[in-house]
């Protein structure tokens, strides 16, 4: 009976691997049509809800709202292998002593979570978000986790992606950003479904402004790997 179990999970383990890696490798290709929190947004909202979710490719992609998300969101993005231990142990020692600071979580470990997972902290789903990342950082480039991340990123409420909140928020496209309304997008990631990037409190703004300086600080965006 024990040996029945054990090929039983052996097997089903195997088909997880398999499917996981080939759902990861089609993505690699194709655009994220939809996402789990999609799903679950949909079933959240009332009769009228309806997402805004529109794909377009890295190249038709302002560069200031690449730059601002990177800015905002994961500053060693480029350099990292998908998990920031340095921003992971400045976040564990923060909270530790009480102090409140965002999570290490790297733009990888958002891209795993929002494409092929759901939310929330359990153990189960921070475990399968680590898998999910190594993935996603071993069969994509940077430049395709940061095309996933930026057209399936919730960025507002019922809005994903940056092409429908460049509409959304400025009544624009994502390739007509521009650095402000980018930094503005950018700097209500954390809470996108409660923060307004226009019009903006005073929170957001100094936030914006915040985002902005890094940004020039940051120097060229170069996402091509060696």
Known sequence: MRKRIAKFIFKTLL???GLSVLWVLLYKYVPVPYTPLMAIRSLQGDSNYVNKHDWVPLSDISQEIQLAVICAEDQRFLNHRGFDYKAIKEAYESNKNGI????GSTISQQTAKNVFLWPGRSWLRKGMETYFTFLVET??????????????IEMGDGVFGVEAAAGYWFNTT???LSQHQAAAIAAILPNPRNYRASPRTNYIEKRKQWIIRQMNNFGNLDLKEE
């Open 15 to 17: 088909w997880f691997v």
């Open 100 to 103: 409140s600071l965002k999570g």
């Open 174 to 176: 994502a390739s007509d």
């Open 139 to 152: 069969i994509w480039s940077k430049e395709r986790i940061l095309e996933v991340y930026l057209n399936n």
